[in-house]
Each structure stands twice: as structure tokens, then as C-alpha cells.
């Protein structure tokens, strides 16, 4: 379930090609591909139908319909271009299907799903949770959705965060902060990005020192934060990271000396050795956002033990070749979202939170 992205695909016929891919490591997880020619209500989507236009421009489609008639759209028998998308750590390619979806009281017909026949470093399928046309969101018409994630010391095990489309609002106890306008230049990926204007960084209540320039989202999608689902690890742009970084060194330096050693293997950083430390004590973590709303993070959800638990790291990363240069300054990662009450509220754009054991 990915917040930073729309196309809803899943592994298309016997065939599908996978290279890296991170499948669930239990058997019992692993879904079998999807095979079109077994349902009655699938069908390629064609170059005149308006779903086309989800993952070609204009021009690209003016070019696949060049022999169809526009007066006669039912007419054309030419499929919709095959679809190829990137994402933080792969990709994926295949062709777009018209299918119905089917919940346990709702049939939703003419759903648009992605058939993919090959992905790089992808997990079994995505549903995308973005502000695009294809999302699962849009195609239902859905005026909230809310997820609540689990810890990831779950990770291995077979239990599954909760999700709720549509139902009651959380307010009581729900914090809340705007969704701000999506840009209207730049990279295209960032018309789906749910961006929210995020005022400051407290490190142990302490104001971190940040350009507020990174902090504000331009016309084009450069700087300002999005909330994405689909990131593991909170990504900062550098100029933003090193000051949090450096208040963490400053305010735990006098009891616990950092670990190069380490941060240079892990890729994660500052890192401390609380080593014969019974109770560990770190700065408390808070993000502020715009309307009052206030984010304070349990440890948990911004340190990492390592190293046979001696080892407390950051979890927290910096560009550097980062595949969001460019982009948003801060992804707020599920990490940091874990044993969060996340509320997306479509229909009065505005994110809520609250602390909630998932």
C-alpha cells in the first residue's frame, strides 16, 4: 500500500519476470500470479479509453490511435501502450486491464489494475495510495481512507496492519494539518504526493536550525515533505539532515560516544553505543506542522538497535545520489509512522495522526 504512487498493479500470467524482488521470505504469503484468461470480466484497456491516459501524454496517444477513427472510438482494436514505472528502489512494466473489483458488498466494475510481466526490487504488487486518477482512492470515489502500521518487529510474521476505507473520522484525539497544493510543473510523480507544510524539527525540544527554503514546497515539487507510505526510512534533504544529525550528537555526545566504524557499514547515522546502558535515554524526536499539529515520535520510531543490541543508530537518511534529489526535502517514512493512526482526508484535504498501539 503505497501513499507516494497511483498505478494499482499485481504479477501478470505464469511468465511474470521478477530480478531482486523482495517476496514475503513465508510461503503462505506469496500470492499466485494473476491470469487474465481466467476471468470473464477482464479486458485490455484500448488506446481511446480515457484510462489510457493515466500512463501516456497526450502526444504519446495521438501517436498508439493514429489509425483510429475519433468519431468511432468502439471501432479502434488498438490496445493502450504498455505502462513502465519506476519507484524509489525498482520498477515495473506490463499492460493496463479493465477488470471488477470485488469486496465482500461491493462490486467495483471497470477498475483499472496494472498486469505486470516483469519487475526489478519490487514487492508482490503495489496498490496505489496517491492523488492520481488511477489510485485505488480516485477510481472508488472514497472521501477518507486510514491505515494504523505495525511495528516492523512484525515483519516477519503474518500479522498485517489495518486499513479502513471510508468509515468514521478519528478526531477524537486527531491531530490534523492541511494538504497542500500539488505542484503544477516539474516531474509528473508529484501531482500523486500528498504534501504538507511542515513548520519545524525539535530535537529534546529544541528548534533545529533549518532553511526554512527546503522546508517550502515550489511550484515545480522541489523542497517541502510528503507523507509516503511506501518509504521505509524518513528521508531528509542533507541541508536538512546534518542539523538534526549534529542535535543529536550535541545532546547525547556527554553519555554516549557515536560509532564511525558502524555507521560506515549500516549506512545509517549518528550511531551511539549504549552498550551496558539497562535504560537508554535519547532526545525525544518531534515534527510540527502547519495548523499545530505536532508529531513527537516514540525512540522506537527514529532509533534502531544494532549490532546485538549495543548499538543505537538514526533512522533517518540523506541524499547522496538519493533517488528523491531533486524532489520533496523530507519523505516521511513508515518507519516513523509505525504505531501511528495515519487518517487521509480526502474529502476536507487535511492528514491526521495520533499515537495508537496498531
Known amino acids: 500500500m503505497d501513499t507516494g504512487s497511483s498505478l494499482v498493479w499485481i504479477p501478470c500470467t505464469h511468465s511474470y519476470l521478477c530480478r531482486n524482488c523482495s517476496f514475503p521470505s513465508q510461503p503462505s504469503l506469496q500470492n499466485p500470479p494473476f ?33 483510429c477513427n475519433p468519431n468511432s472510438p468502439l471501432n479502434c482494436s488498438q490496445i493502450c501502450s504498455p505502462y513502465f514505472v519506476l519507484y524509489g528502489s525498482g520498477s515495473t512494466g506490463g499492460l493496463l486491464l479493465s477488470e471488477t473489483l470485488v469486496f465482500p458488498e461491493k462490486r467495483i466494475p471497470d477498475f483499472g489494475v496494472g498486469c505486470s510481466l516483469f519487475s526489478t526490487r519490487m514487492p508482490a504488487g503495489i496498490a496505489g495510495f496517491g492523488r492520481g486518477p488511477a489510485s485505488l482512492p480516485s477510481q472508488l470515489g472514497l472521501s477518507r481512507f486510514a491505515y494504523c502500521l505495525l511495528s516492523h518487529r512484525f515483519d516477519d510474521t503474518t500479522n498485517s496492519s489495518s486499513l479502513v476505507l471510508e468509515g468514521g473520522s478519528g478526531e477524537d484525539g486527531v491531530g490534523y494539518t492541511p494538504f497542500l497544493q500539488n505542484p503544477t510543473a516539474g516531474n509528473p510523480s508529484f501531482s500523486e504526493y500528498y504534501y ?42 542533507r541541508h536538512l539532515f546534518e542539523p538534526v544529525a549534529s542535535e543529536f550528537v550535541t545532546q547525547v555526545g556527554s553519555r554516549y560516544k557515536t560509532v564511525s566504524e558502524l555507521e560506515s557499514r549500516v549506512g545509517l547515522r549518528p550511531c551511539f553505543n549504549v552498550s551496558g546502558d539497562i535504560s537508554v535515554t535519547l532526545p525525544k524526536l518531534a515534527f510540527h506542522f502547519k495548523g499545530g499539529a505536532v508529531m513527537e515520535l516514540p525512540v522506537a520510531n527514529y532509533f534502531s538497535l544494532v549490532a546485538d543490541l549495543e548499538v543505537a543508530c538514526l533512522t533517518i537518511v540523506a541524499d547522496g545520489g538519493s533517488l528523491f534529489s531533486g524532489g520533496p526535502s523530507i519523505v516521511l517514512g513508515n518507519f516513523q509512522q509505525q504505531n501511528f493512526y495515519m487518517e487521509f482526508d480526502l474529502k476536507k484535504l487535511r492528514l491526521g495522526f495520533r499515537r495508537q498501539l496498531c
Open 196 to 237: 504538507v507544510g511542515l513548520r519545524k524539527v525539535t530535537v529534546g525540544g529544541k528548534s533545529v536550525k533549518i532553511p526554512y527554503r527546503y522546508l517550502r514546497s515550489g511550484s515545480d515539487g522541489n523542497g517541502g515533505t510528503i507523507v509516503d507510505s511506501g518509504t521505509t526510512f524518513t528521508f531528509m534533504e
Open 35 to 67: 491470469i487474465p484468461k481466467f476471468s470473464s470480466s477482464s479486458k485490455l484497456v484500448g488506446c481511446t479509453n480515457p484510462k489510457c491516459s493515466w500512463l501516456s501524454d497526450s502526444d504519446s496517444l495521438q501517436s498508439i490511435c493514429r489509425g
